[in-house]
């Protein structure tokens, strides 16, 4: 219905001119309220990589290699298209953190009994008496301190709110980002949507 047809005045029987206004009549874009998330687990949004975490204090896992999941969300209100975020946009951006960790070998960089000397051909990784070498180009260095499912999420979950933080803004509220390490076995982060927030503690 165009503007002009529905009109700012109505007559009633008696002919008396009645002011109604347009948006309180018909609005065009009724108000909707509620929180909105847009989640994401597809199936070609997974990486297969190799890894090793430290545990209870000291104790060194040997290497080894997951099948990794991935999934993620936004949550936030609409926008002019109705929507939390472009499914494609969210999409693309794990797609791209997807493609830099699969088929490489995960390495902490800031823990702080695992030492990482990342020369321009290869990667020495040292932990007390054991020592590995990977070419340079098998290596994803990441800026966590264990490469658990968790600070991997987190990893995952603060570049993508880097690449689409400065294209959407503050509509959005938080992005939680999941990583499944074996077939159900998930490590989350949550973190605000803005960049500049205190991260939040999770639920
Ligand atoms: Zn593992």
């Given at each position: 219905m165009s503007k002009s047809s529905s009109g700012s005045k109505a007559s009633n029987a008696g002919g008396q001119s009645i002011g109604v206004p347009l948006a309180s009549s018909l609005p065009e874009r009724p108000a909707v309220h509620g929180s909105f998330k847009v989640q994401l687990q597809k199936e070609q949004l997974v990486f297969s990589s190799a890894h090793f975490i430290t545990f209870a204090g000291d104790i060194c896992e040997c290497l080894h290699g997951h099948n990794y999941g991935l999934r993620a969300e936004v949550e936030g209100s609409l926008d002019e298209n109705r929507y939390v975020i472009d499914f494609i946009a969210f999409r693309e951006s794990l797609a791209e953190l997807v493609k830099q960790l699969d088929h490489h070998m995960l390495i902490a960089m800031?823990?702080?009994?695992i030492l990482v000397d990342a020369q321009e051909n290869e990667v020495t990784v040292r932990f007390r008496e054991k020592r590995w070498v990977f070419p340079r180009e098998d290596c994803m260095l990441l800026?966590?301190?264990?490469?658990t499912a968790e600070e991997i999420a987190w990893w995952i979950a603060t570049e993508v709110r880097k690449k689409l933080y400065p294209k959407i803004g503050d509509r959005l509220i938080s992005i939680e980002v999941g990583v499944d390490e074996?077939?159900?076995q998930w490590g989350c982060c949550r973190l605000p949507w803005n960049p500049s927030s205190p991260a939040m503690s999770n639920p």
């Open positions: 800031h823990h702080p009994l800026p966590i301190t264990n490469t074996n077939n159900g």
